[in-house]
């Protein structure tokens, strides 16, 4: 059974006159256990669909089930085993860290003892301590982040979604709350994550899905996504510039795709087929027009030039995330 | 987070948690919960002391001292004529908090995070409307200890009394949730506070509070004799014995002014109840 399961989920928003299909057809199926990345450019819907499978708005049409129970029909019952973060820290200003959590967790129904005590474990774990008992008020946008990604961890959910659960986070916090993930996953927990970053995408998930307009338009693992979109990328390093053009040319007659040159004009990279063969070939082209070369090789594809290929936007993280947009979903 | 999640990436051990929430799915506990955390704010926030503790007092001060005087009732005196209406005015702003408080947490995102968990959907309102209740009820009881000490007097006993204190917590409590459905609408909770300050004002004013009906300008005063704050405020005040022999309007409110407070309290109730707990749950930040 499917821990996670989206048939066909459609949400259409009207905003200043026009029609916008946050989700247009989106379907995915994430196995039990499993680490899923959706991965996609600003207003692809990946927070729409988070919001979805986490009961907090209803689709225009679709189904989705979530740890076997209908989001729709069964939405309290998904509540009870599901622990969520949203693209934005959605915390207490006025109650300590410390209370936020106990909070969460006696409206878990955990009784406020064991919720008290869980919010401790807690506040240890994601390392503030020494802030716990003082008014989020005063938090940095890392440390509300991290009380509020502590939230979706009050109780030991059987689902875990996650929106951009990275973001505003410094580098050793992010690759700390990577840790986390992978523990709670080895426990058997299966997790939904929205990045924008590849990396993350890359690290932690079993299986990607890039999303665009509502819809998935590519989807695997990472692996299978980079020889999706073409094997091997033959990148040389010119000694002169004046080269350029024939290297180019060159490069061009082999390639699978256009070929990009840098701004010195002297790196140059082509999409292949077939790395190694293809490699030897342009080599022996490249020597007999006598362009001279610093470095040549062939590497594989990023997921970053997956994302390029594929959605023709380059990735790019999110506003600022102590400044959410307002807009109503019932209003519209 | 660094050192102890890291500690937890090699261990790949998190401390123990539940793998569900708990069974029990219960309003009053859960509401209760919102309402502590909601009373945990008001502890936390100086305005609202000012606004439930030094403003009551100001007002009763300020009216009794400065107009007390100037301004004759038929029967009674102006201090004892007046205290309802400040009572009625007060509750009745402390009631809008419903709607900014339901505002704020919509903006500050943390409706997003009840709405995720396993509660039941009218706690958070309930939650909300109860703290508001409690923070009016203190404010209640400081004026009317202001009120004994500038002079004020019931004299319908201490029943008739208890009864008016509870029709107007009862009346405010009603208009709380008017004002939570709208604060769910608005969503901006700096426009919630201006609003409220700009109709309760007019409202209060144009009305029986300050000054007999009868002494307004001929629109003024038709418009007070129907104006609920005016039922409110003149049930509030037949019931401490407040009254005089000021002249009664025959207008409907004037006449049956505790029927129309319970009547108008218990459909407000009826309609705005579940107009908010619907709202709430299809609302959401961004
Ligand atoms: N409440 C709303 N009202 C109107 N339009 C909305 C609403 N919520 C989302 N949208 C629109 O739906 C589309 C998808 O939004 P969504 O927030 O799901 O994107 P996203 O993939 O999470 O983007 P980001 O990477 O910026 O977080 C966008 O075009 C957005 O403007
Ligand atoms: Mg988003």
């Not at chain 1, 988070?50 to 309290?76: C, N």
């Not at chain 1, 027009?289 to 030039?305: C, K, N, Q, Y």
């Not at chain 2, 007060?90 to 339901?102: C, H, K």
């Not at chain 2, 709208?182 to 609003?195: D, W």
Request: glycine share 10%.
């Amino acid at each position: 059974m499917p821990m996670i399961e989206a048939h066909d989920l459609r949400k259409t928003y009207r905003a200043n006159g026009e029609d916008v299909h946050a989700l247009d057809g989106l379907s995915l199926q994430v196995p039990e256990g499993r680490v899923i990345g959706l991965l996609g450019p600003n207003g692809a819907g990946k927070t729409t669909a988070v919001k979805v499978l986490t009961t907090l708005i209803r689709p225009d049409s679709g189904t989705a089930r979530v740890a076997g129970l209908d989001v729709l029909t069964q939405a309290r019952e998904v509540k009870r085993v599901v622990g969520s973060s949203g693209q934005y820290a959605a915390v207490d200003e006025n109650l300590t860290g410390v209370e936020n959590l106990e909070m969460v967790g006696r409206l878990y129904h955990l009784g406020t003892r064991a919720a008290r005590a869980r919010a401790r474990e807690l506040i240890d774990l994601f390392d503030l301590a020494e802030a716990g008992d003082r008014p989020v008020k005063g938090f940095s946008g890392g440390m509300r982040r991290r009380i509020d990604l502590a939230g979706a961890l009050v109780i030991d959910p059987q689902v875990l979604f996650l929106d951009e659960p990275t973001t505003g986070l410094d580098p050793r916090s992010r690759i700390a709350l990577w840790g986390v993930i992978k523990s709670l996953v080895a426990g058997g927990t299966t997790v939904l994550l929205t990045t924008q970053y590849l990396e993350e995408a890359d690290h932690l998930a079993d299986s990607i899905y890039v999303i665009d307009q509502g819809r998935v338009i590519a989807e695997g693992t990472s692996d299978e996504l980079k020889a999706q979109i073409g094997g091997h990328r033959i990148a040389l390093a010119l000694v002169d510039a004046a080269d350029t053009g024939a290297a180019r040319e060159i490069l061009a007659r082999h390639g699978t795709g256009p070929v990009t040159v840098d701004d010195s004009g002297r790196s140059l990279e082509v999409p292949v087929q077939r790395g190694p063969s293809t490699l030897a070939a342009a080599l022996a082209e490249l020597a007999q027009a006598g362009v001279e070369l610093h470095d040549a090789g062939i590497r594989r594809p990023t997921l970053d030039d997956v994302f390029l290929t594929l959605t023709g936007h380059l990735a790019q993280a999110s506003p600022d995330p102590a400044a959410p947009s307002q807009i109503d979903e019932a209003a519209s | 987070m660094t050192t102890q999640l890291a500690r937890h990436t090699d261990t790949a051990h998190l401390p123990h948690g539940h793998r569900t929430g708990g069974p029990r799915w219960s309003l009053p506990s859960d509401a209760w919960t919102i309402t502590w955390r909601n009373l945990l704010k008001f502890k936390r926030s100086p305005d609202y002391v000012v606004f439930a503790v030094l403003q009551p007092i100001m007002f009763v001060l300020l009216f009794s001292q400065v107009y007390g005087g100037s301004i004759r009732v038929e029967g009674t005196n102006y201090t004892d004529y007046l205290m309802a209406g400040i009572f009625g005015q007060t509750v009745l702003f402390g009631a809008t908090f419903s709607g900014y408080g339901m505002a704020q947490d919509l903006k500050d995102g943390i409706i997003d995070r009840f709405r995720t968990l396993p509660m039941h959907p009218a706690a958070v309102l309930l939650g909300r409307t109860a703290a508001d209740l409690a923070l009016n009820t203190v404010s209640m009881i400081i004026m009317i200890l202001t009120g004994l000490v500038v002079g004020w007097r019931f004299h319908e006993g201490i029943l008739a009394f208890l009864g008016g204190v509870a029709l107007l917590l009862l009346f405010s409590y009603a208009f709380s949730w008017v004002m939570a459905l709208i604060g769910m609408m608005v969503r901006t909770p700096e426009v919630i506070n201006n609003a409220s300050f700009m109709i309760l004002f007019p409202l209060t004013f144009i009305s029986n509070a300050f000054v007999q009906a009868q002494n307004l300008p001929g629109p003024l005063q038709a418009f007070a004799n129907w104006n609920p704050v005016s039922a409110l405020v003149q049930a509030a005040r037949s019931l401490f014995g407040n009254l005089g022999q000021s002249p009664v309007s025959d207008a409907l409110p004037m006449r049956y002014p505790i029927a129309m407070v319970l009547i108008g309290s218990v459909l407000m109730l009826a309609i705005f109840v579940p107009l908010a707990v619907t709202r709430y749950t299809r609302t959401s930040r961004r």
